[in-house]
């Protein structure tokens, strides 16, 4: 079945996070390339991953966060997360981990002399 922006209920933002997926076969890595308060699609490598199947995901060094697999397509998959990130969370992982700000200085920003 597929879910559009309204089913959601939640914005997603783009981004690009290397993250660990666990499912009761083992653990991968994954790379997160949208991310909301409610769940996240990752580029899955494998792409074997069934819908209903039960996972953890880790965003960066953030979780273990249950969740499950609402759909796959190649070799992305769409979850969705049991309990909702908190938006302050959300928005440590994008201002922190995001691939993409690597070397642009928004990761750790230069500290300022007194």
């Known amino acids: 079945m597929a879910y559009n922006r309204m089913q959601r209920g939640a914005e ?9 997926l666990r499912t009761g ?3 991968r890595d994954v790379t ?9 699609r990752i580029q899955d490598r494998m792409g074997h991953l ?10 960066g060094p953030i979780g273990p966060i249950a969740a499950l697999v ?3 397509d190649r070799n992305y998959a769409g979850l ?8 302050a969370v959300l928005d440590h992982i994008r ?8 070397g642009k ?7 300022t002399s007194l």
């Open 25 to 27: 076969t083992g653990k």
């Open 80 to 87: 969705l997360f049991e309990n909702p990130l908190y938006p």
């Open 50 to 59: 069934s819908p209903d199947l039960s996972v953890t995901i880790r965003i």
């Open 95 to 102: 201002a922190h981990f995001d691939l993409r700000d690597l």
């Open 12 to 20: 997603r933002h783009d981004i690009s996070i290397v993250g660990t």
């Open 105 to 111: 200085g928004h990761i750790d920003p230069p500290r």
């Open 70 to 72: 609402r759909w796959q």
């Open 32 to 40: 997160i390339v949208d991310l909301s308060e409610r769940g996240c």
